[in-house]
C-alpha cells in the first residue's frame, strides 16, 4: 500500500464549512441502542468534523421523537416503510455532506478519536477502498470482524441434516473463523457490515449498497463490490463495541427470511449456476422445520432448568423459523 506525503497528511481534519466524515446509520426500533451510539459520537472529541445521518425505517419505539429532543443536530429522515438496510443507507448518503463516509450500525459505541483514526488511515493509504476496525462485544470478548466469501458448502454446513457428516466443516470454519486474527492491519475479502468505513468515491465507484438486499447479505456485497478494484483492509488497532444481534433477534420475522433470501441473492449475484441454487433452496426448505422443532424442545428445556434467558432466544429462533415457512417460501424461491 502506498504511503501520502507528511503534506497530505496534513490536510484539515477540521472545517466550520461542511463535515469531514459522514456517519451514516440506518435505524429500525432501537431506541435506547441508538441513543447511547449517538452520544458515544457527540460526547466525546472524535478528532475530525464530522455529520450523522440518521435513516428510520419506520420505527415504533420512539427512536424518531428521542432522536428530535436529545440530538437537534441529527440530519434524520424518516421513512413511512421498513425499506431494508441497504435503501436506508443509500438514502443516508445521498444526502450525506461528507469526503468520507461511514457506515454505522446503532448498536455500537465509538470511542474517542476513532474518525480521526480512520481518517488519517485512509489518508496514509489512499489506495484502500474500505477499512474496517476490530468489534468487540459488550461482553468484553473480540467478535470476528472479518470474513471469507462464503461458499455454497460453508453455507451447507448449517444444514441440520448435512452438518452431522462432518462433509462441510472444514469450509464452514474457513469461512466463519479460522481466518481471523484480530491483530495487526490485513487485506481481507469482508468485512463485517457493522462499521465499515471508505471514501465517498469508493463507495459510488463500486455501486453503492445494492437495494435487493434488505437484512443480510450486504456487508458481503459492498465489499466484494470494493474489493474488484481497491484493496478491503481490516484495522485492528481501531476498535467499535458492538453489541451485535440485539435488532435482529428483537426482530426474527424480519430477519431470519431476509438473512435466508440475502445469501441466495448473493450466490446469484457471484456465478452460482442456476441448479445448484435449486438444491440449495431445497435443502434449506427441508432443514426449516426440524431446526424449528429443535429450536421449540431446546426452548422448553432451557426454560425447565430455568435458563429463562437463553430460552428466550431459542423461542425466537423457532418463530423466526416458522415466519419463514408460513409468510417468505415463496419470495426465498424467486431469489
Known amino acids: 500500500m502506498r504511503v501520502t506525503t507528511k503534506a497530505t497528511l496534513e490536510e484539515p481534519l477540521r472545517c466550520e464549512s461542511s463535515p469531514l466524515v459522514s456517519v451514516c446509520i440506518a435505524n429500525w426500533n ?8 449517538l452520544l458515544s459520537l457527540f460526547d466525546q472529541d472524535q478528532g475530525v468534523s464530522f455529520e450523522v445521518v440518521i435513516v428510520d425505517n419506520a420505527s415504533t419505539d420512539g427512536a424518531v421523537e ?22 436506508a443507507n443509500n438514502q443516508a448518503a445521498a444526502v450525506a455532506r461528507g469526503q468520507y463516509l461511514f457506515f454505522l450500525n446503532n448498536d455500537t459505541l465509538v470511542p474517542e478519536g476513532t474518525l480521526l483514526d ?62 481471523f486474527n484480530p ?24 455501486g453503492q449498497w445494492d437495494e435487493a438486499y434488505r437484512f443480510g447479505g450486504e456487508d458481503l456485497d459492498l465489499s466484494t463490490q470494493v474489493g474488484q478494484t481497491s484493496p478491503v483492509v481490516y484495522v485492528g488497532s481501531v476498535e467499535i463495541v ?17 438473512v435466508a433470501i440475502g445469501y441466495v441473492h448473493y450466490f446469484r449475484k457471484n456465478g452460482v449456476g442456476k441448479n445448484q441454487l435449486r438444491v440449495y433452496k431445497a435443502l434449506v426448505t ?10 421449540l424442545v431446546q426452548a422448553g428445556v432451557r426454560w425447565l432448568r430455568g435458563d429463562r434467558q437463553r430460552a428466550g432466544k431459542s423461542w425466537l429462533a423457532a418463530k423466526g423459523l416458522w415466519h419463514f415457512l408460513t409468510r417468505e417460501l415463496v419470495r426465498f424461491w424467486r431469489a
Open 30 to 37: 432501537c431506541c435506547e441502542l441508538l441513543h447511547d451510539c
Open 66 to 87: 428521542m432522536v428530535r429532543d436529545r440530538f437537534p443536530q441529527v440530519r434524520l429522515i424518516r421513512n413511512d416503510t421498513n425499506r431494508g438496510f441497504s435503501k
Open 118 to 179: 480512520f481518517v488519517q488511515f485512509t489518508r496514509e493509504n489512499p489506495d484502500v477502498g474500505m477499512i474496517g476496525p476490530r468489534l468487540r462485544g459488550g461482553d468484553g470478548q473480540c467478535q470476528i470482524s472479518y470474513r471469507r466469501k462464503p461458499t455454497l458448502g460453508a453455507l451447507l454446513h448449517r444444514v441440520s441434516m448435512l452438518r452431522w457428516t462432518g462433509l462441510f466443516r472444514n469450509a464452514y470454519y474457513d469461512y466463519r473463523r479460522n481466518t
Open 183 to 206: 491483530e495487526g492491519v490485513h487485506t481481507v475479502e469482508v468485512l463485517m457490515g457493522a462499521a465499515v468505513f471508505l471514501p465517498r468515491e469508493s463507495f459510488e465507484k463500486s
Open 242 to 258: 458492538h453489541f451485535g444481534r440485539v435488532a435482529s433477534r428483537a426482530n426474527v420475522s424480519f430477519s431470519t427470511p431476509n
Open 286 to 295: 427441508l432443514d426449516a422445520p426440524v431446526q424449528g422443532i429443535a429450536k
